[in-house]
């Protein structure tokens, strides 16, 4: 049997989904589709593999042991300052054993087909077993600026395909081109791979990560679920996402075709397009009243919101802050003094 061993990647702030999801409580452990918030949602799926190793910081900590409860043989890595995915991934990399399969999964996507999920992260898990460093690829059903892309190359036996190419985030010419095509899928940030080879390409291509991490395992300290590795090693890592120190350099990367009602949950139009609508196409959270509206996203904490006559807006109201903008103007919230001073 394959050893998958979940790897939940808990960190950032959240800004593009300001004023909900703050720095002191982030979008991850908040219940943005549904009753359950989407780091329980991404426990959720994963339950059927074995305990998951989830990767935070100290200030998401005290939510992370909350939301994760009794979970038998679960542990926290509990990194000194965030260095980005590489080194995240690396840490839990080196607190498994060599033949354990990581399924890396970040704690705040919504994916609304669990068992296409689950059917896609075994496939994923047969071709890690095999060597190859895989990536889940969302099907792109739409020409999205905002997401990198994979080209699948030549087939795999009949779960995969090798990665021919790793495409940063295109103008949106491009990224119509790559969906005629219908060779390219979105590069969603979910990967399987077996820690041995990850850690033999990580030390390949990224040297001075893989020693720093070492050490930072070596000189760590364990305080029941929790591990806390050393912060004067971690401290000298230049931080690195996965995609850029590995995934874009081996000779090993596959992917495995992914339908599973994926969103990152990005920003407020991206979770208005991930909840249920009317038929207007409105979603409305907490009191508010809409009259000849479209398309129209309201979230209030508290405050009655009544919206006339409006088409493609987003209206949020949390914590004594007001968030007004177009659907377009959504991919900018993180911009706002209030997002980056929350």
Aim: net charge negative.
């Amino acid at each position: 049997m394959t050893i998958i061993t979940p790897v939940i990647l808990c960190g950032g702030s959240g800004t593009r989904l300001w004023p909900k999801s703050r720095a002191s409580k982030p979008k991850p452990f908040l219940p943005l589709v549904g009753e359950s918030t989407l780091f329980e949602a991404t426990l959720a799926r994963n339950a059927m593999f074995d305990p998951p190793v989830v990767v935070t910081g100290a200030a998401h900590l005290s939510h992370v042991e909350a939301q994760l409860g009794d979970r038998p043989g679960a542990s926290i890595i509990v990194e000194p300052e965030a260095k980005n995915t590489a080194a995240a991934i690396a840490l839990a990399a080196m607190r498994l054993p060599d033949e354990a399969v990581m399924l890396v999964c970040p704690s705040d996507h919504h994916i609304g087909d669990p068992q296409a999920f689950a059917e896609a992260a075994r496939a994923a898990a047969e071709l890690a077993e095999q060597g190859w460093l895989v990536s889940f690829g969302i099907e792109a059903k739409s020409p999205e600026t905002g997401f990198g892309y994979l080209q699948s190359g030549e087939a795999i036996g009949t779960s995969g395909y090798q990665v021919a190419q790793f495409v940063e985030k295109p103008d949106l010419e491009r990224a119509k081109a790559f969906i005629a095509e219908g060779a390219y899928a979105w590069n969603g940030g979910i990967f399987a791979f077996r820690v041995k080879e990850f850690l033999d390409e990580l030390e390949h291509f990224r040297p001075a990560i893989s020693v720093a991490v070492v050490k930072a395992v070596r000189d760590g300290r364990e305080q029941g679920q929790r591990f806390y590795p050393d912060a004067a090693a971690f401290k000298a890592i230049i931080g690195e996402s996965v995609d850029y120190a590995v995934m874009e350099n081996t000779a090993h990367a596959a992917m495995v075709p992914a339908d599973m009602a994926w969103s990152d949950i990005g920003n407020w139009q991206a979770l208005h397009e991930a909840r249920e609508r009317d038929a207007d196409g409105n979603s409305v959270t907490g009191p508010a009243e809409l009259v000849d509206c479209r398309n129209v996203l309201v979230e209030s904490d508290g405050p009655r919101v009544s919206v006339i006559g409006l088409e493609g807006v987003i209206v949020v109201v949390d914590g004594g802050e007001v968030l007004v903008t177009t659907a377009d103007g959504a991919q900018k919230v993180g911009k706002l003094s209030g997002a980056a001073n929350q």
